[in-house]
């Protein structure tokens, strides 16, 4: 395929049409197909990561007022991982539009990273091109949206403390209060037992190497007790032994 070929194509797979199709092309390339890595894509990744981070974390941000920052924390950080991002790659098929380098294995077998990075390229040379961030940030949105929603969901449903919360909210007119009951060890290892209270009844009690872990198991065990969720393979075994 000519290059020509490959960035028409590259364009229709993508859904966006380059002012400057030279800018597409370096997002194409990999540093192993030029003599200087200064022309191949790894700046224009640079640039790229800096701007799906924004665009994800504004996105997150508005998308869901309830969470805390260390659940929009733990979103993004699966949102945009390199897993994602290849994931995203190949979904568009950008892999078999790379300019690579005679000793670069077969196009099936890219490396994550490499699949990844033509990805935040990209990105980055849309923004170039059109000089638009609401444009880039429909193209990010476009691609990554479902991507968001499963990493949320994901995090959602690990996240007892979250749910208990509404669950109380909404069924019980109550918020959930936590009381540390106990705690032992030497300062450097404590472990601590928590309980939760909502509404005047106090549920059972967790231990956990952190008060928020132990949180989170308390949390658990109050959904339990109260039916509204099934037991979790990630919890069980752990109370059981307790």
């Given at each position: 395929m000519s290059e020509e070929q490959a960035l028409q194509d590259a364009q229709e797979a993508i859904g966006y049409r380059f002012q400057d199709p030279h800018l597409l092309a370096v997002s194409l390339t990999h540093a192993s197909s030029t003599d200087s890595r200064i022309d191949s894509n790894e700046r224009l990744e640079f640039l790229g990561d800096a701007i799906l981070g924004m665009i994800v974390c504004q996105e997150l941000y508005e998308r869901f007022p309830e969470y805390l920052e260390g659940e929009l924390t733990k979103v993004k950080s699966a949102v945009v991982s390199r897993r994602t991002c290849a994931e995203i790659a190949r979904e568009l098929g950008l892999p078999k539009f790379l300019f690579l380098g005679k000793g670069m294995c077969g196009r099936a077998q890219l490396p994550q990273s490499l699949a990844a990075a033509v990805y935040e390229?990209?990105?980055?040379?849309?923004?170039?091109?059109?000089?638009?961030?609401?444009?880039?940030?429909?193209?990010?949105?476009?691609?990554?949206?479902?991507?968001?929603?499963?990493?949320?969901?994901?995090e959602h449903q690990r996240n007892y403390k979250s749910r208990l919360q509404q669950?109380?909210?909404?069924?019980?007119?109550?918020?959930?209060?936590?009381?540390?009951?106990?705690?032992?060890?030497?300062?450097?290892?404590?472990?601590?037992?928590?309980?939760?209270?909502?509404?005047?009844?106090?549920?059972?009690?967790?231990?956990?190497?952190?008060?928020?872990?132990?949180?989170?198991?308390?949390?658990?065990?109050?959904?339990?007790e109260l039916n509204a969720i099934e037991p979790s393979a990630e919890f069980e075994p752990d109370l059981e032994n307790a």
């Open positions: 390229s990209l990105i980055a040379a849309i923004y170039l091109d059109c000089r638009d961030i609401e444009r880039v940030r429909q193209f990010v949105l476009e691609t990554m949206g479902p991507h968001i929603t499963l990493a949320a969901d994901s669950h109380a909210q909404r069924v019980l007119a109550a918020t959930p209060m936590y009381d540390l009951m106990d705690e032992k060890g030497p300062d450097h290892s404590k472990c601590f037992e928590i309980s939760v209270v909502i509404g005047g009844r106090r549920y059972g009690s967790a231990w956990g190497p952190s008060k928020k872990e132990a949180e989170q198991k308390a949390a658990y065990l109050a959904l339990r």
